[in-house]
Protein backbone atom coordinates (compact mmCIF):
# COMPACT_ATOMS: atom_id res chain seq x y z
CA UNK A 1 0.00 0.00 0.00
CA UNK A 2 1.05 3.47 -0.74
CA UNK A 3 4.14 4.55 1.68
CA UNK A 4 5.51 8.19 1.93
CA UNK A 5 9.07 6.21 3.09
CA UNK A 6 9.11 3.84 -0.18
CA UNK A 7 8.36 5.59 -3.75
CA UNK A 8 7.16 2.62 -5.73
CA UNK A 9 3.77 1.96 -3.88
CA UNK A 10 2.91 5.10 -4.93
CA UNK A 11 -0.37 4.86 -6.65
CA UNK A 12 -1.52 1.41 -5.12
CA UNK A 13 -4.96 0.71 -4.30
CA UNK A 14 -6.73 -2.06 -2.59
CA UNK A 15 -10.27 -3.02 -4.16
CA UNK A 16 -12.58 -5.69 -5.25
CA UNK A 17 -11.38 -8.05 -2.43
CA UNK A 18 -13.29 -11.21 -0.56
CA UNK A 19 -12.56 -11.01 3.10
CA UNK A 20 -13.16 -14.41 5.49
CA UNK A 21 -12.48 -15.18 8.71
CA UNK A 22 -13.81 -18.68 10.50
CA UNK A 23 -16.10 -18.62 13.13
CA UNK A 24 -16.89 -15.04 12.38
CA UNK A 25 -14.24 -13.41 14.00
CA UNK A 26 -13.17 -10.06 13.10
CA UNK A 27 -10.30 -9.01 10.66
CA UNK A 28 -8.43 -6.07 11.98
CA UNK A 29 -7.15 -4.50 8.86
CA UNK A 30 -3.24 -2.45 9.01
CA UNK A 31 -1.98 0.71 7.23
CA UNK A 32 1.42 -0.22 6.28
CA UNK A 33 2.23 -2.62 9.24
CA UNK A 34 0.73 -1.39 12.36
CA UNK A 35 1.12 2.28 11.46
CA UNK A 36 -2.97 2.57 11.55
CA UNK A 37 -5.22 0.21 12.67
CA UNK A 38 -8.51 -0.54 12.15
CA UNK A 39 -10.42 -2.99 13.43
CA UNK A 40 -13.71 -3.31 10.76
CA UNK A 41 -13.87 -3.00 7.12
CA UNK A 42 -16.09 -0.04 7.45
CA UNK A 43 -13.70 1.98 9.07
CA UNK A 44 -10.92 0.56 6.75
CA UNK A 45 -12.97 1.95 3.87
CA UNK A 46 -14.05 5.02 5.70
CA UNK A 47 -10.59 5.98 7.00
CA UNK A 48 -8.41 5.12 4.04
CA UNK A 49 -10.70 4.88 0.81
CA UNK A 50 -9.48 1.76 -0.11
CA UNK A 51 -12.02 -1.87 -0.62
CA UNK A 52 -15.05 0.17 -1.22
CA UNK A 53 -16.29 -2.92 -3.37
CA UNK A 54 -14.66 -5.23 -1.33
CA UNK A 55 -16.94 -7.63 0.99
CA UNK A 56 -16.86 -9.64 4.00
CA UNK A 57 -18.55 -13.41 2.78
CA UNK A 58 -17.36 -17.09 3.05
CA UNK A 59 -15.75 -17.28 -0.25
CA UNK A 60 -17.20 -21.12 -1.04
CA UNK A 61 -13.66 -23.33 -2.64
CA UNK A 62 -14.15 -26.73 -4.11
CA UNK A 63 -12.66 -28.26 -1.57
CA UNK A 64 -11.23 -26.34 1.02
CA UNK A 65 -9.84 -29.31 3.19
CA UNK A 66 -8.21 -30.91 0.46
CA UNK A 67 -6.59 -27.66 -0.60
CA UNK A 68 -8.66 -27.13 -3.93
CA UNK A 69 -9.28 -23.46 -4.05
CA UNK A 70 -10.95 -22.85 -7.24
CA UNK A 71 -14.32 -21.08 -6.40
CA UNK A 72 -17.29 -23.84 -6.02
CA UNK A 73 -20.81 -22.95 -7.92
CA UNK A 74 -22.64 -19.91 -6.36
CA UNK A 75 -19.20 -18.51 -4.92
CA UNK A 76 -19.34 -14.64 -4.49
CA UNK A 77 -15.95 -14.51 -6.13
CA UNK A 78 -17.57 -15.25 -9.57
CA UNK A 79 -18.00 -11.96 -12.21
CA UNK A 80 -17.04 -10.30 -9.06
CA UNK A 81 -14.04 -8.25 -9.83
CA UNK A 82 -12.94 -5.49 -12.33
CA UNK A 83 -10.79 -6.88 -15.10
CA UNK A 84 -8.23 -3.40 -13.98
CA UNK A 85 -8.10 -5.23 -10.47
CA UNK A 86 -6.97 -8.82 -11.84
CA UNK A 87 -4.30 -10.33 -13.76
CA UNK A 88 -4.40 -11.64 -17.23
CA UNK A 89 -4.21 -15.36 -16.55
CA UNK A 90 -5.40 -17.45 -13.55
CA UNK A 91 -2.89 -19.61 -11.34
CA UNK A 92 -3.61 -22.94 -13.77
CA UNK A 93 -2.60 -20.48 -16.69
CA UNK A 94 -5.58 -19.71 -18.57
CA UNK A 95 -7.20 -17.08 -19.87
CA UNK A 96 -9.71 -15.09 -17.72
CA UNK A 97 -13.47 -14.95 -19.23
CA UNK A 98 -14.19 -12.36 -21.14
CA UNK A 99 -16.78 -10.62 -18.91
CA UNK A 100 -16.64 -7.20 -18.25
CA UNK A 101 -16.31 -8.59 -14.37
CA UNK A 102 -13.68 -11.51 -13.03
CA UNK A 103 -13.95 -14.14 -10.91
CA UNK A 104 -11.66 -12.73 -7.73
CA UNK A 105 -8.75 -14.74 -6.62
CA UNK A 106 -6.21 -17.05 -7.87
CA UNK A 107 -8.85 -19.14 -10.36
CA UNK A 108 -11.01 -17.96 -13.10
CA UNK A 109 -14.19 -19.82 -12.30
CA UNK A 110 -15.19 -23.09 -14.48
CA UNK A 111 -17.26 -22.06 -17.26
CA UNK A 112 -20.35 -23.93 -16.23
CA UNK A 113 -20.71 -21.82 -13.19
CA UNK A 114 -20.90 -18.26 -15.25
CA UNK A 115 -24.67 -17.48 -15.89
CA UNK A 116 -25.70 -18.90 -19.11
CA UNK A 117 -23.17 -21.56 -19.18
CA UNK A 118 -20.99 -19.94 -21.79
CA UNK A 119 -18.16 -21.95 -22.79
CA UNK A 120 -14.59 -20.72 -22.03
CA UNK A 121 -12.95 -18.23 -24.28
CA UNK A 122 -11.00 -19.65 -26.98
CA UNK A 123 -7.47 -17.48 -26.74
CA UNK A 124 -7.26 -16.70 -30.66
CA UNK A 125 -6.12 -13.48 -32.46
CA UNK A 126 -9.06 -11.30 -32.50
CA UNK A 127 -9.05 -8.01 -35.26
CA UNK A 128 -9.97 -5.08 -34.21
CA UNK A 129 -11.91 -3.39 -37.42
CA UNK A 130 -9.73 -0.84 -39.24
CA UNK A 131 -12.33 2.25 -40.49
CA UNK A 132 -10.01 4.15 -42.47
CA UNK A 133 -9.54 2.06 -45.12
CA UNK A 134 -9.32 4.34 -48.80
CA UNK A 135 -8.50 2.88 -51.74
CA UNK A 136 -5.18 3.53 -53.26
CA UNK A 137 -3.85 5.89 -55.41
CA UNK A 138 -2.65 5.34 -59.04
CA UNK A 139 0.91 5.03 -58.60
CA UNK A 140 0.21 1.94 -56.38
CA UNK A 141 -1.85 -0.35 -59.37
CA UNK A 142 1.60 -2.52 -59.32
CA UNK A 143 1.03 -3.70 -55.70
CA UNK A 144 -2.59 -3.37 -55.83
CA UNK A 145 -2.80 -5.97 -58.47
CA UNK A 146 -0.20 -7.95 -57.30
CA UNK A 147 -2.53 -8.22 -54.17
CA UNK A 148 -5.42 -9.13 -55.67
CA UNK A 149 -4.03 -12.45 -58.02
CA UNK A 150 -1.41 -13.52 -54.65
CA UNK A 151 -2.97 -12.26 -51.25
CA UNK A 152 -3.70 -15.30 -49.24
CA UNK A 153 -7.29 -13.33 -49.06
CA UNK A 154 -10.76 -14.79 -47.89
CA UNK A 155 -13.09 -15.15 -44.96
CA UNK A 156 -11.46 -15.34 -41.52
CA UNK A 157 -12.64 -17.15 -38.59
CA UNK A 158 -14.50 -14.60 -37.69
CA UNK A 159 -16.79 -14.30 -40.61
CA UNK A 160 -14.74 -11.00 -41.73
CA UNK A 161 -13.58 -10.89 -45.45
CA UNK A 162 -9.41 -10.56 -44.94
CA UNK A 163 -5.60 -12.12 -45.51
CA UNK A 164 -3.36 -13.69 -43.19
CA UNK A 165 -0.15 -12.49 -42.75
CA UNK A 166 2.08 -15.36 -40.81
CA UNK A 167 -0.99 -16.58 -39.24
CA UNK A 168 -1.97 -12.95 -38.26
CA UNK A 169 -5.45 -12.20 -39.42
CA UNK A 170 -5.87 -8.67 -41.14
CA UNK A 171 -9.22 -7.86 -41.23
CA UNK A 172 -9.74 -5.89 -44.98
CA UNK A 173 -11.34 -5.83 -48.11
CA UNK A 174 -11.37 -7.36 -51.70
CA UNK A 175 -9.56 -6.19 -53.66
CA UNK A 176 -7.37 -4.87 -50.14
CA UNK A 177 -7.43 -1.13 -49.64
CA UNK A 178 -5.17 1.15 -47.48
CA UNK A 179 -5.01 4.19 -45.63
CA UNK A 180 -2.53 6.50 -46.93
CA UNK A 181 -0.35 8.39 -44.97
CA UNK A 182 1.37 11.43 -47.53
CA UNK A 183 1.76 14.90 -47.61
CA UNK A 184 -1.58 15.00 -48.24
CA UNK A 185 -2.50 13.69 -44.81
CA UNK A 186 0.19 13.67 -42.27
CA UNK A 187 -1.54 11.77 -39.83
CA UNK A 188 -4.48 9.41 -38.79
CA UNK A 189 -5.89 8.40 -35.43
CA UNK A 190 -7.89 5.70 -34.57
CA UNK A 191 -9.76 4.63 -31.11
CA UNK A 192 -9.28 1.48 -29.79
CA UNK A 193 -10.23 1.24 -26.18
CA UNK A 194 -9.88 -2.55 -25.37
CA UNK A 195 -7.73 -4.67 -23.96
CA UNK A 196 -4.67 -6.26 -26.17
CA UNK A 197 -1.26 -8.48 -25.44
CA UNK A 198 0.06 -7.92 -28.46
CA UNK A 199 -0.63 -5.37 -31.61
CA UNK A 200 0.19 -6.66 -35.03
CA UNK A 201 0.28 -3.70 -37.63
CA UNK A 202 -0.15 -4.18 -41.19
CA UNK A 203 1.95 -1.75 -43.63
CA UNK A 204 3.75 -0.61 -46.71
CA UNK A 205 6.48 1.95 -47.77
CA UNK A 206 6.47 3.70 -51.38
CA UNK A 207 9.12 5.90 -52.44
CA UNK A 208 11.37 5.25 -49.47
CA UNK A 209 14.01 8.55 -48.76
CA UNK A 210 16.38 8.18 -45.47
CA UNK A 211 15.81 8.21 -42.26
CA UNK A 212 12.61 7.58 -40.21
CA UNK A 213 9.56 7.83 -42.30
CA UNK A 214 6.78 7.68 -39.93
CA UNK A 215 5.95 6.59 -36.05
CA UNK A 216 3.41 5.48 -34.49
CA UNK A 217 2.25 6.80 -30.76
CA UNK A 218 0.27 4.20 -29.21
CA UNK A 219 -1.78 6.01 -25.79
CA UNK A 220 -2.55 3.24 -22.86
CA UNK A 221 -5.45 3.97 -20.29
CA UNK A 222 -2.78 4.94 -17.70
CA UNK A 223 -1.54 7.69 -20.03
CA UNK A 224 1.35 5.46 -20.65
CA UNK A 225 2.60 6.43 -24.34
CA UNK A 226 4.62 4.24 -26.78
CA UNK A 227 6.82 5.57 -29.47
CA UNK A 228 7.02 2.69 -32.79
CA UNK A 229 9.54 3.99 -35.75
CA UNK A 230 10.08 2.81 -39.02
CA UNK A 231 13.02 3.69 -40.95
CA UNK A 232 13.93 2.66 -44.17
CA UNK A 233 16.77 0.36 -44.21
CA UNK A 234 16.71 -0.36 -41.10
CA UNK A 235 13.67 -2.23 -39.84
CA UNK A 236 11.36 -1.48 -43.10
CA UNK A 237 11.83 -1.73 -46.45
CA UNK A 238 10.12 -0.66 -49.64
CA UNK A 239 7.01 -2.10 -50.78
CA UNK A 240 7.79 -2.26 -54.30
CA UNK A 241 10.77 -2.66 -56.80
CA UNK A 242 13.65 -4.59 -55.90
CA UNK A 243 14.72 -4.37 -51.69
CA UNK A 244 18.02 -6.17 -49.69
CA UNK A 245 15.52 -7.99 -47.45
CA UNK A 246 17.12 -6.54 -44.24
CA UNK A 247 15.71 -5.40 -41.32
CA UNK A 248 17.40 -4.08 -38.15
CA UNK A 249 16.94 -1.95 -35.19
CA UNK A 250 13.45 -2.96 -33.57
CA UNK A 251 13.38 -2.35 -29.68
CA UNK A 252 12.53 -4.65 -27.21
CA UNK A 253 9.09 -4.74 -27.40
CA UNK A 254 8.52 -4.60 -31.30
CA UNK A 255 9.49 -6.59 -34.41
CA UNK A 256 8.67 -5.84 -37.89
CA UNK A 257 9.18 -8.35 -40.55
CA UNK A 258 7.88 -8.88 -43.95
CA UNK A 259 4.39 -10.56 -43.66
CA UNK A 260 3.88 -10.94 -47.34
CA UNK A 261 5.60 -11.29 -50.36
CA UNK A 262 4.77 -11.17 -54.37
CA UNK A 263 6.25 -14.65 -56.16
CA UNK A 264 8.54 -11.94 -58.34
CA UNK A 265 9.27 -10.39 -55.06
CA UNK A 266 8.43 -6.76 -56.24
CA UNK A 267 5.81 -6.02 -54.07
CA UNK A 268 5.64 -6.83 -50.13
CA UNK A 269 3.43 -6.09 -46.80
CA UNK A 270 5.15 -5.48 -43.43
CA UNK A 271 4.02 -6.88 -40.47
CA UNK A 272 5.28 -4.94 -37.41
CA UNK A 273 4.17 -6.42 -33.59
CA UNK A 274 4.41 -4.55 -30.48
CA UNK A 275 3.93 -6.80 -26.97
CA UNK A 276 2.27 -4.72 -24.32
CA UNK A 277 3.98 -4.63 -21.06
CA UNK A 278 0.52 -4.34 -19.31
CA UNK A 279 -1.95 -5.56 -20.67
CA UNK A 280 -4.62 -4.74 -18.59
CA UNK A 281 -4.75 -1.39 -19.32
CA UNK A 282 -6.43 -1.04 -22.57
CA UNK A 283 -5.18 0.78 -25.19
CA UNK A 284 -6.97 4.17 -25.96
CA UNK A 285 -5.47 5.05 -29.05
CA UNK A 286 -3.17 4.53 -31.96
CA UNK A 287 -1.98 7.34 -34.15
CA UNK A 288 0.27 7.41 -37.10
CA UNK A 289 2.47 10.62 -37.83
CA UNK A 290 4.47 10.71 -41.40
CA UNK A 291 7.88 12.31 -40.37
CA UNK A 292 8.90 12.04 -44.15
CA UNK A 293 6.42 13.91 -46.53
CA UNK A 294 8.52 12.66 -49.76
CA UNK A 295 7.15 8.99 -48.65
CA UNK A 296 4.11 7.15 -48.63
CA UNK A 297 3.31 5.15 -45.53
CA UNK A 298 0.15 2.27 -45.86
CA UNK A 299 -1.83 1.18 -43.34
CA UNK A 300 -3.72 -2.02 -44.29
CA UNK A 301 -5.00 -3.06 -40.15
CA UNK A 302 -4.61 -3.44 -37.07
CA UNK A 303 -4.90 -6.79 -35.16
CA UNK A 304 -5.13 -7.37 -31.44
CA UNK A 305 -4.26 -10.32 -29.62
Known amino acids: MPDERIKSNTGNISDYNIFYRSAKRGIPF ?3 WGAMNCWSLKEWQDKTGNDKHSILAEPRFE ?7 HPADKSPAILFARPQMSVATDFDGKRRNDSPLLTAGPYEADPKFL ?19 RPMPEELAVLSDAMTRELPAGKLANGRTGFLLKDVPVMNGSPPTAATLNRNMRSLRMGISRNAKTLYFALGLV ?4 GVQSHCRITRQDGTVVNLKWEAGKNIGPSLGKWDGKLGGDGKDAKTEVGW ?4 GQARIFLAAWNNDNEWYPVKDIEWILDDDSATVLIFGVTAK
Open 30 to 32: WWN
Open 63 to 69: DSAGYDF
Open 115 to 133: PGSRPAAVPQPSTISFDFA
Open 207 to 210: NPGK
Open 261 to 264: QSRD
